[in-house]
């Protein structure tokens, strides 16, 4: 069974920092780029991050440039975004996603997770 499962969301302070994770079962994340959306309440799913699977290409927002971190560890199958200085509007809940290619639209992208929240608040 192909499942991703996201941990490592919760409430932290501003200017505080968060490392989340993406395990994937059932599949190999080698092959696949893995994106991390975001959706906050009244608002669309936006693409945070992206490591390519060829040659790990990494992208981010623009609004999280310099603050984020994806990266991947095969072995283990995971993939982690490391968020650090957050502020109150990265408050969202956050997808993994595992697809052929990185790209900035969630239908660009097969197997999905089922979100974890990070709450950014003093």
């Known amino acids: 069974q192909v499942q991703l499962v996201e941990s490592g969301g919760g409430l932290v302070q501003p200017g505080g920092s968060l490392r989340l994770s993406c395990a994937a079962s059932?599949?190999?994340?080698?092959?696949?780029?893995i994106g991390w959306f975001r959706q906050a309440p009244g608002k669309e799913r936006e693409g945070v991050s992206c490591?390519?699977?060829?040659?790990?290409?990494?992208y981010y927002a623009d609004s999280v440039k310099g603050r984020f971190t994806i990266s991947k560890d095969n072995a283990k199958n995971t993939v982690y975004l490391q968020m650090n200085s957050l502020k109150p509007e990265d408050t969202a809940v956050y997808y993994c996603a595992a697809g052929p290619d990185c790209g900035d639209y969630a239908f660009l992208y097969d197997y999905w997770g089922q979100g974890t929240q990070v709450t950014v608040s003093s």
């Open positions: 490591i390519s699977s060829s040659d790990r290409s990494t």
């Open positions: 059932g599949f190999t994340l080698d092959y696949y780029a």
